[in-house]
């Protein structure tokens, strides 16, 4: 069975610019968790979604937003990046909302130059 | 306000040797305790777990012992190889939604 898959794997852009980011949970699993890790550090939680609906979200700034598609697959996107949004981005997906076992992603590499 | 923390930041072991990490929280609220283990350029993947109504875990070479009256819960890596050599999370929640990690040890076993 496939894991959670992100893309890309690897991502540069300039201050200013806009990023999404596109994640796919394992096969059955409906729930679906992004996390921010900056080099050095854990991840941070930034959103949960299950069934479309938004059910959790860190303490990120407006400029983060996501979505859940019907196929439960996910978007992160990052509008007005800042040099300090640079990390490793990880999906995780868990089979319901509440899922304790959550399998991550192997990540977004996001540079901001 | 890190709401876990986690020591050492970065452990060297002899192969054989025993690891050992630790957490400590502040939020009784917090329910599952799971370590992670996360290799250079891969997302973290899930060790072993445990609840607060037990006091110990273990899973082969990995065990995790919680102590509730201290909010503390440490990982122990018996026999360590260096085939473990990794960063390790700790992390707590609540019923399985948001997800607090520690910032992480660095463990390299010496051959």
């Known amino acids: 069975d496939a894991g959670v898959t992100q893309s890309p794997t690897h991502l540069i852009k300039t201050r200013g610019q806009q990023v999404t980011l596109r994640c796919s949970p394992i096969?059955?699993?409906?729930?679906v968790s992004w996390y921010q890790q900056v080099l050095g550090q854990g991840p941070q939680f930034i959103f949960q979604?299950?069934?479309?609906?938004?059910?959790g979200r860190g303490n990120f700034p407006d400029r983060f937003s996501a979505r859940q598609f019907p196929n439960y697959s996910s978007e992160l996107n990052v509008n007005a990046l800042l040099l300090g949004d640079s990390a490793l981005y990880l999906c995780?997906?868990?089979?319901?909302?509440?899922?304790?076992?959550?399998?991550f992603g192997p990540g977004t590499r996001l540079l901001v130059l | 306000q890190q709401q876990v923390k986690q020591s050492p930041q970065s452990l060297i072991v002899q192969k054989g040797g025993i690891s050992i990490i630790n957490c400590a929280y502040e939020n009784t609220a917090f329910d599952y305790f799971p370590w992670y283990q996360q290799f250079p350029g891969k997302g973290p993947a899930l060790l072993i777990a445990i609840r607060p109504d037990v006091s110990e875990k273990k899973e082969g070479r990995f065990t995790i012992s919680f102590n509730k009256s201290a909010k503390q819960f440490s990982l122990h890596i018996m026999d360590s190889q260096p085939g473990d050599s990794a960063t390790y999370f700790c992390?707590?929640?609540?019923?399985?939604?948001?997800?607090?990690f520690g910032t992480g040890t660095s463990l390299t076993v010496i051959p």
């Open positions: 979604y299950y069934e479309k609906e938004e059910r």
């Open positions: 992390a707590a929640s609540m019923t399985g939604n948001q997800f607090y």
């Open positions: 096969s059955g699993h409906k729930s």
């Open positions: 995780a997906s868990s089979l319901v909302h509440g899922g304790e076992t959550q399998y």
